[in-house]
């Protein structure tokens, strides 16, 4: 079906399509007048089209514990992106003095993360026509991301005057530096995964 309701704002963007969620657990596109499921709302999301879903009754924004909904979906499907060491460390952080911090750091991280996959697809395509070392610039980039995160926080000031600022660490040496290569080949080995499935 054509979208003829999405309008341009004045300032170019496309305002996000509301959808409705009734009581009965129903979800209404109101764009395209019709009933949808999660499933099209996930291919939304991949589609990066933008959406905010509200509750039918109150008018209020649950699109975040809809969008949790569509995570845990996932999850449950056997396709898990979320590892338990990671799940235990998140549960952790609620109610820490760093609490308001995390949402800023893992969206910068996940930003990263979705700039850097245009990168490894060219790296892919690299190596798929013969070049000597693909990863190398892609690893090379991504130790200065790294670098310049690890500068960013030290120099971001802590949300608790409480915790005292403490120097930078000085420059890593050789045994930090392995470790953080080998966990950038992990990173590369789930990506490779990722991009395979």
């Known amino acids: 079906m054509a979208r003829t309701s999405q309008q341009e704002s004045p300032d170019g963007t496309t305002p996000p399509i509301i959808i409705k969620k009734y009581a009965n657990r129903r979800l209404y596109d109101t764009d395209s007048s019709s009933y949808i499921t999660l499933d099209h709302l996930s291919a939304m999301t991949r589609a990066g089209r933008e959406f905010k879903v509200v509750d039918a009754k ?3 924004d649950i699109t975040h514990n809809v969008l949790t909904q569509i995570i845990m979906e996932e999850e449950n499907r056997g396709t898990t992106m979320l590892p338990v060491p990671f799940l235990r460390q998140l549960i952790s952080m ?3 003095q760093m609490q308001s911090m995390v949402p800023h750091y893992l969206e910068a991280s996940m930003e990263a993360f979705r700039r850097n996959q245009e990168q490894f697809r060219t790296a892919l395509s690299g190596m798929m026509e013969g070049s000597q070392n693909p990863f ?7 130790m200065a991301m790294m670098k310049a995160a690890a500068d960013l926080w030290a120099r971001t000031p802590l949300v608790s005057p409480l915790i005292p600022r403490t120097e930078p660490e000085p420059e890593p040496v050789a045994d930090e530096v392995q470790a953080l290569k080998s966990q950038l080949a992990d990173l590369q080995a789930k990506i490779d995964r990722i991009v395979r499935d």
């Open 58 to 60: 109150s008018g209020d």
């Open 94 to 96: 609620y109610g820490d």
């Open 136 to 142: 190398e610039a892609l690893t090379r980039q991504n």
